[in-house]
């Protein structure tokens, strides 16, 4: 009977309070002790505001049953495909709703129904999936910053390659905990892509430049990330992405090695050849050894760059460097590669020598680098007025000529034309009758 009346009532009440009037029989049928009929009544009658004109009742509603569990599943789910503002509502938090619902509400709705998805409390890896596949970018910010959201490393894998070149996507992944070497290695290089559009765009250098310059900066990171991954197998599996996606370079090999990091050529061997990672470490400590030339010849390196690379595992047992993370390179173990290129180049070394040369050169700035960040600011201000030489105090301005710095001439002294005024020798006289007639002739 009181479903009836409200039914009866609703249909010429404002919207404001039917709005009122929705969410508390939806609190009545999720709290009070109604009849099974009286409950089947409210029910129907909810289902029915599913249709009001007005989007006041039925955000009243959504805010009424969005963290119920007890909420009936076909008016939330009717909620959930209400426009955006009023399906978030219920998207976000409704425990009703399961993961295939949610699928679907991902599939058809906008970046606003996704978000709200991609931010729910507690997010299946099946829900971050599919977000992460036909997400809008912001739905998939929303997804990265989410510390309940299960999300799988192809799903971020896919994120990357629809929207790498979002810088905030970026920094969203990067704040993942635990991410893994590949994806940082796929977060670098669309940085380093967008960079490289954008420099290339603007036309401040040349395409081949600016592709140098990228694959650098990426080697350089990929050693980094190689020297300071947490996993037990991080090289290995960076080593494997790397050469899928054909970033696995001798370039990047021997910068590894001349940054004191042989763990990432020992992976790069392995994977390339097949072996066990013990029984190469083991060739690669022998490494004058034939075995080890074996190895490096299976691995399919070039056969010119083998000089470089024995070189290089000779500088790293040879250079004792401390506690180095293998992640800079050292301007030694450089020097000690270029002695041992130039004394074997017969001419086919050249372009390893211009390459090893840039390394020094690196290695270089990066040492300036950290010697200008280790000075205090203090010591550097007091080194800089130390050597700045004592400026002379400047000298006083001459004063304007004015009314109040002339003496006025004794009545003894007064010339015999009155209009002129007597003044120091050092000062013009003026002649103010003659420049008033000036003016007025003007």
């Not at 990265?144 to 299960?150: I, K, L, R, T």
């Not at 040349?206 to 996993?231: F, K, L, N």
């Not at 390459?355 to 700035?365: P, Q, S, Y």
């Amino acid at each position: 009977m009181i479903v009836r009346r409200f039914l009866q009532w609703a249909r010429t009440a404002p919207a404001s309070q039917r709005a009122d009037a929705a969410n508390a029989l939806a609190r009545a049928y999720l709290v009070s002790d109604l009849s099974e009929d009286e409950r089947e009544a409210a029910r129907l009658a909810l289902t029915g505001l599913l249709d009001d004109p007005s989007p006041l009742v039925r955000r009243a509603m959504a805010e009424a049953f969005a963290a119920a569990p007890e909420a009936p599943h076909e008016i939330v789910l009717g909620l959930a495909d209400d426009q955006s503002d009023i399906a978030a509502i219920v998207l976000c938090r409704s425990p009703v709703l399961s993961d295939s619902d949610l699928i679907d509400c991902a599939a058809i709705g906008d970046a606003t129904a996704q978000s709200a998805i991609a931010l729910r409390p507690r997010l299946s890896a099946n829900v971050a999936a599919a977000i992460a596949e036909v997400g809008a970018r912001e739905a998939l910010v929303a997804l990265a910053v989410n510390p309940g959201a299960d999300l799988p490393e192809f799903s971020m894998r896919r994120m990357i390659e629809r929207f790498g070149g979002d810088g905030e996507l970026r920094e969203a992944l990067l704040s993942q905990p635990d991410l893994p070497a590949s994806l940082r290695a796929d977060l670098v290089a669309a940085t380093a892509e967008s960079l490289s559009a954008f420099v290339k765009e603007r036309a401040w250098i040349s395409a081949e430049r600016a592709s140098r310059v990228r694959r650098e900066a990426c080697e350089q990171a990929h050693v980094i990330i190689a020297a300071t991954s947490d996993e037990e197998s991080g090289a290995s599996k960076l080593v494997a992405h790397l050469r899928v996606c054909g970033q696995l370079t001798a370039s990047l090999l021997l910068r590894a090695l001349l940054s004191g990091n042989s763990g990432l050529l020992e992976a790069a061997l392995a994977e390339l050849a097949g072996l066990p990672l013990a029984r190469v470490s083991g060739l690669v400590r022998d490494w004058r050894s034939a075995g080890f030339a074996a190895l490096y010849h299976r691995a399919g390196l070039p056969e010119v760059l083998l000089p470089a690379f024995r070189a290089a595992i000779e500088a790293l047992a040879a250079v004792d460097m401390g506690e180095e993370s293998g992640a800079a390179l050292s301007r030694q173990r450089i020097e000690r590669v270029l002695t041992a290129c130039k004394a074997a180049n017969g001419g086919e070394l050249d372009k390893l020598l211009a390459v090893l040369r840039r390394f020094d050169a690196e290695a270089a700035r990066e040492a300036a680098r950290g010697f200008s960040a280790a000075v205090p600011q203090e010591d550097a201000d007091v080194l800089m007025l130390a050597e700045t030489p004592m400026l002379p105090m400047p000298e006083e301005p001459p004063l304007l000529l004015a009314d109040c710095d002339v003496e006025e001439p004794s009545a003894s002294e007064a010339p015999a034309n009155r209009n002129v005024r007597r003044i120091e020798p050092n000062f013009f006289a003026v002649d103010l009758d003659a420049l008033e007639k000036e003016l007025a002739a003007a």
